[in-house]
């Protein structure tokens, strides 16, 4: 059975970091891509990065985390990161990672669609 379970989430201040783990059963992470999304209240859900499964570790951010946040990857522990760094009040939201074999990473963003979530992890920001 698959899962995925994120962990890291918190309250901070601005400026502050976090870093999100996303850990995986059920499945090998080394041939799935992986991605961070995250949805704040009242808002649609977006997708802040992904991580290719090749060699490359072709990685994506949205334009709104770019230089702040870093995804990474540590298949022998089927471990995904979402390092975050210099925290925003607009970036408090459930944090999600997901997986799937028809969602695919580019440098321009992704393709397709998970077909794996977690539940999330909840990150607050205030003054």
């Known amino acids: 059975q698959v899962h995925l379970v994120e962990s890291g989430g918190g309250l901070v201040r601005p400026g502050d970091s976090l870093r999100l783990s996303c850990v995986v059963s059920?499945?090998?992470?080394?041939?799935?891509?992986l991605g961070w999304f995250r949805q704040a209240p009242g808002k649609e859900r977006e997708e802040i990065s992904c991580?290719?499964?090749?060699?490359?570790?072709?990685?994506y951010y949205t334009e709104s985390v770019k230089g702040r946040f870093t995804i990474s990857r540590d298949n022998p522990k089927n471990t995904v990161y979402l390092q975050m760094n210099s925290l925003r009040p607009e970036d408090a939201a459930v944090y999600y990672c997901?997986?799937?074999?028809?969602?695919?990473?580019?440098?321009?963003?992704?393709?397709?669609?998970?077909?794996?979530w977690g539940k999330g992890t909840p990150v607050t920001v205030f003054s």
């Open positions: 991580i290719s499964s090749d060699e490359h570790g072709t990685t």
């Open positions: 997901a997986a799937g074999l028809g969602y695919y990473c580019t440098g321009h963003g992704s393709i397709g669609s998970p077909d794996y």
């Open positions: 059920g499945f090998t992470l080394d041939y799935y891509p």
